[in-house]
């Protein structure tokens, strides 16, 4: 997040505002704290557990023998003491180990040791959460940054262009429960307290501006006549798929660029500064034989790949301007406008070809004696080797983009001064700079900050702090600024605050509940509508509760829900952990990759947005593509970068979350497929069911050793032979192994590739399995159907998942009956996620602090 060019000098008060910022966090985290819950007894422990170890263990580890040192007929069954929680952690891994029973003692069933250690795994897990909760509570957190960045956008007004973003300023935030919005993974130390100083420093310089802008808004443009009569840049006249008209070029193939002559007045670049632009271009189309439409391309020269395309859009058999609004920033450099590639014509050889890319590319190096050398070379090479194809030499047959002119403006202002600092000086900039000005302009503020109503005291330490700065010599927007930060570094501002005076739960009041709200459905502060709410103690009501639920979801900010809760669920940011290997997988690109991450995030998008059942993540017939991912799976007829809803072929393998690219490339290490990964995040993401941990020293599947041609289904088989593996395996592997026919980038085969297959003798893809309850399948279409069967496990998994989201603790025993309900209101509505969401936000816990 740059700052402008307009920035103030610091704040030489900015240490003071961190000390009170420190102090005050002291006493937010002073609050009172809230006692852990307390296990329930388990009546397994001592009709089940114990017998176990009377049997089988006390002979070694008992009250006249220890040997190790371990005694565990003092052993009890309170996983909250660290003590006890270890021991029983060293029995589990011996267990799984197989070193308990020692040789020459009783042995159990393999049952028998599952249950055990399967009831250890889970009370360890019961334990963690419980030392996670609080008693059902839920207890103070702070924004994480994503939540940070949506509140300062809609409080201030603000704009962040690409890179400027608080996201790309803050470290990651901690994550609990595969969520960042757990209180305690969200806590504050000094390292980030910095960080939030350094960013709201930064905001506070872009709200408040000093003057006029400094770059004003300009136009420049580029008539395509220019190019004839400058010799500069006439080679393009010559190159083949281009032609130069008297007013307009015709672009066949290749592309006309802006050349680096449109520049912004007085400077020598034509992006001056970071901001928003408008590009235009005049143009029309004129089909070929084949009647196809005339797809114009408009791209930028960009480091970031998804900063690259402008436009995309089909272009009319008669002139029309099209335009974009756009962020740019002077890493952009020139950009271009292009006809999309039409398939099946070749307008000149390879070898002529790569002379035209020179040109080009010493056009834009201005080394204009080679642009004028390639060309005579290529002028020459033309009536001999090089000349056009001759089934393309008649280019009437093609499709053809005329360009007349293209044109850059900007940087372009909704307005100036920017609404955020018309907001804060809102009696404009003839009103008189006072005290009385300042109390005003905090008066305002600060409960839309706070996001409840302030005291006079609130008030009265800003307003003294901004008075400070004043008798130091500051300006009177300087003193403003140093108002707005120490609000935003402020605790008060930073955590979502629902203070308690005792230990026991209790109703949270309506402004309470338009922060929870607002932060579960848009992870951002609340707005207007709720604030009304809020203050005329409306919003508890059941009915108005719940008309705000779905104006929220309607709302466009509910993207926040869709890349919070949607995103971390499907568990996205985990797609392209590996790269794939180059040489085994040329198909991959970086633009395929944000596609694959891309489709599962539209395809929640949509469910939710349609109101469509949730079990179309098991199956489905259709999905959401755009033109990279559609031409990786085979489907034609896809044009652009947006995703759009696409019905599936009949014969299609894809079809719900398992059959996305993104999902199968997730479950490889980029050189070949993982099923116990792919098992795992089955049984995590639709079921909510994650595996026990494995033992120590377990190690992974590995890979084929030199000689071997074994394939990942026999190693796994191998690996399911050591009896520490056996039993867990047997519940994880069938889910991944099920997935096998996507290959470690999501394509679909029906044979072994990758690694050391290759050719086509390579061994048939065995996707066959037993679920863990017993019930086979032969195909990757079986296995869906037989986990659609699976509904109900599904609806309380993801109501488990829900919760967790919108309270940001862990789900707890208690909450048992809640979770129930929720899972039946679903049943009941379809699967759809927004019954599930009504269900959580009409529920006691979620209007209990």
């Not at 290490?669 to 033992?695: C, I, S």
Request: net charge negative; glycine share 6%.
């Amino acid at each position: 997040m740059n700052p402008p060019r307009y920035s103030p000098r610091r704040s030489p008060v900015s240490t003071l505002i961190a000390m009170l910022i420190l102090t005050a966090l002291v006493l937010v985290e002073s609050l009172p704290a809230q006692s852990p819950a307390d296990v329930i007894p388990k009546h397994s422990f001592s009709q089940t557990i114990r017998p176990f170890l009377k049997t089988y263990c006390y002979d070694c580890h008992g009250s006249e023998t220890q040997e190790a040192d371990l005694r565990l007929d003092t052993l009890d069954d309170d996983f909250s003491k660290s003590t006890s929680a270890g021991t029983w952690i060293e029995v589990m891994d011996k267990m799984n180990l197989g070193e308990m029973p020692p040789d020459g003692s009783p042995v159990p069933t393999t049952n028998d040791l599952s249950s055990v250690t399967h009831w250890i795994a889970a009370e360890l897990r019961q334990a963690e959460r419980s030392s996670l909760g609080k008693e059902g509570r839920v207890i103070l957190r702070r924004m994480n940054r994503a939540e940070y960045t949506n509140t300062v956008r809609d409080l201030l007004h603000l704009k962040f262009l690409p890179g400027e973003s608080p996201e790309n300023v803050l470290p990651p935030d901690g994550t609990a429960e595969g969520f960042d919005k757990v209180s305690v993974a969200l806590m504050l130390d000094p390292s980030l307290l910095d960080k939030y100083f350094e960013v709201a420093q930064r905001i506070a310089d872009k709200a408040i501006v000093d003057g006029p802008p400094p770059f004003a808004t300009e136009k420049m443009r580029l008539e395509m006549e220019d190019i004839a009569d400058n010799r500069a840049i006439d080679y393009l006249c010559a190159t083949p798929g281009i032609e130069c008209e008297e007013k307009a070029i015709v672009l066949m193939q290749g592309s006309t660029r802006s050349f680096g002559v449109m520049k912004y007045p007085g400077t020598r670049n034509e992006i001056p500064v970071n901001g928003m632009y408008r590009i235009r271009v005049r143009a029309w189309g004129q089909r070929g034989t084949d009647g196809d439409p005339v797809i114009m391309r408009v791209r930028q020269g960009h480091p970031s790949a998804d900063q690259q395309l402008l436009l995309e859009t089909e272009v009319t058999d008669e002139p029309k301007i099209y335009e974009v609004i756009i962020p740019r920033d002077p890493k952009c450099g020139e950009y271009n406008v292009s006809i999309v590639n039409q398939t099946g014509f070749q307008l000149t050889s390879r070898v002529g070809n790569e002379i035209r890319r020179q040109q080009e590319k010493a056009g834009t190096a201005k080394d204009y004696e080679k642009v004028m050398r390639l060309q005579s070379r290529q002028q020459l090479e033309n009536l001999t080797w090089g000349k056009p194809n001759p089934e393309a030499a008649n280019t009437s047959k093609l499709r053809k983009l005329v360009v007349d002119w293209i044109e850059c403006e900007g940087p372009l202002y909704d307005q100036w001064p920017p609404k955020s600092h018309e907001s804060l000086f809102y009696r404009g900039e003839d009103a008189t700079e006072d005290e009385a000005y300042l109390r005003d302009i905090f008066t305002q503020f600060l409960p839309q900050a706070f996001r409840r109503p302030v005291t006079e005291d609130e008030i009265k330490k800003v307003v003294t702090l901004c008075l400070s700065e004043l008798a130091a010599g500051e300006s009177y927007q300087d003193a403003v600024r140093t108002g707005l930060i120490s609000i935003l570094c402020s605790p008060k501002f930073l955590y979502i605050v629902e203070p308690s005076s005792s230990d026991h739960r209790r109703e949270l009041n309506d402004w309470e509940l338009a922060s929870r709200l607002s932060y579960f459905l848009w992870s951002s502060m609340p707005d207007d509508e709720l604030f009304r709410l809020a203050e005329s103690g409306q919003l508890s009501q059941p009915e108005v509760l719940s008309a705000q639920v779905d104006r929220m979801l309607a709302d466009d900010k509910s993207q926040g829900f869709v890349q919070g809760f949607g995103a971390q669920w499907l568990k996205t940011d985990e797609f392209r952990n590996f790269m794939p290997d180059a040489n085994l997988y040329k198909e991959y690109d970086e633009s395929l990759g944000e596609a694959m991450v891309g489709e599962v995030i539209a395809f929640f998008n949509e469910v939710l947005r349609q109101d469509e059942s949730a079990l179309l993540f098991f199956d489905a017939d259709w999905t959401m593509l755009n033109e990279r991912l559609a031409k990786f799976y085979g489907i034609d007829g896809i044009n652009g970068d947006h995703f759009q809803r696409v019905t599936l072929p009949k014969d299609s393998p894809r079809g719900g979350l398992l059959g996305m690219a993104g999902v199968a490339m997730r479950g490889s290490d980029g050189n070949r497929t993982k099923p116990v990964n792919r098992g795992v995040y089955v049984r995590e993401v639709l079921f909510n069911d994650p595996p026990n941990p494995p033992p120590p020293n377990a190690g992974e599947v590995e890979p084929n050793i030199q000689g071997e041609k074994l394939t990942v289904r026999q190693r796994l088989i191998q690996h399911q032979q050591i009896p520490s593996c056996a039993t867990c395996h047997r519940t994880i592997d069938c889910y991944g192994m099920a997935l096998e026919n996507f290959n470690a980038i999501g394509a679909w085969r029906t044979h072994q590739d990758g690694e050391d297959f290759r050719g086509r003798n390579t061994p048939p893809i065995d996707a066959s399995g037993m679920l863990p309850n017993g019930q086979t399948f032969e195909s990757f279409a079986e296995f869906k159907s037989l986990l659609l069967n699976q509904k109900d496990r599904f609806a309380h998994g993801l109501a488990e998942k829900m919760l967790t989201y919108a309270l940001g603790r862990p789900i707890e025993p208690t909450d048992r009956v809640l979770i129930d309900q929720l899972a039946h209101q679903m049943q009941s509505n379809d699967y759809k996620i927004t019954s599930l969401i009504h269900g959580v936000v009409a529920s006691h816990a979620f209007h209990t602090k």
